[in-house]
């Protein structure tokens, strides 16, 4: 059932359904153009006085948002009517779908970042559990590398002591030639 908003002649907005329209009474403002019956042959019209300016807005409040629709049947006006409120409708319906679609497209974002950050998780659970076996594996090696450094250690002193070694028996060498000579 569709709804016709109706304004009457003081300035009240009243709701109505289709079948409770009724044409309004066409008022004729007659009072915008002032004839003064002492005015020259040449100037009948004048501008109206601040009075009958006064009385004419005041006579006309509702008739104003009637004057478009002077020559207008009351089918006509409750077909513009029904047009407009279409038209409304569908202007409507198309914000709420734009707002809609921009509501599902959030969504849709939300569950991508949210499947994107369980990935990033289960990638985070990965190395960190990656790091401890490394760290076990370190600890346990850990024996071993010290026996290294140990052994490196020896094998420096080891070499220090071959390298004096060469020398003396390079010394001594050379005091044998030297005695043999004699």
Do not use: W
């Not at 004048?46 to 008739?63: I, L, Y």
């Not at 990033?120 to 024996?143: F, H, T, W």
């Amino acid at each position: 059932m569709m709804m016709i908003m109706m304004a009457d002649e003081e300035k009240n907005i009243s709701a109505a359904t289709e079948e409770e329209v009724k044409p309004a009474p066409v008022a004729v403002d007659t009072t915008d153009t002032y004839v003064s019956p002492q005015a020259p042959p040449d100037q009948e019209e004048h501008q109206p006085s601040m009075d009958t300016v006064s009385t004419a807005t005041n006579s006309s409040v509702g008739a104003a948002t009637l004057d478009s629709t002077v020559g207008t049947q009351p089918e006509e006006l409750r077909g513009l009517c029904r047009d407009m409120f279409e038209k409304m409708s569908l202007y409507l319906n198309g914000e709420l779908s734009v707002v809609c679609d921009d509501y599902k497209l959030l969504e849709s974002m939300n569950k991508v970042s949210a499947a994107k950050y369980a990935e990033m998780r289960g990638v985070a659970a990965g190395v960190s559990k990656a790091m401890i076996d490394l760290n076990e594996k370190y600890a346990s090696l850990q024996p071993y590398l010290d026996q290294i450094d140990q052994i490196e250690d020896s094998v420096a002193s080891l070499e220090q002591a071959a390298y004096r070694l060469d020398a003396y028996s390079k010394r001594l060498e050379a005091k044998f030639k030297q005695l043999e000579k004699r």
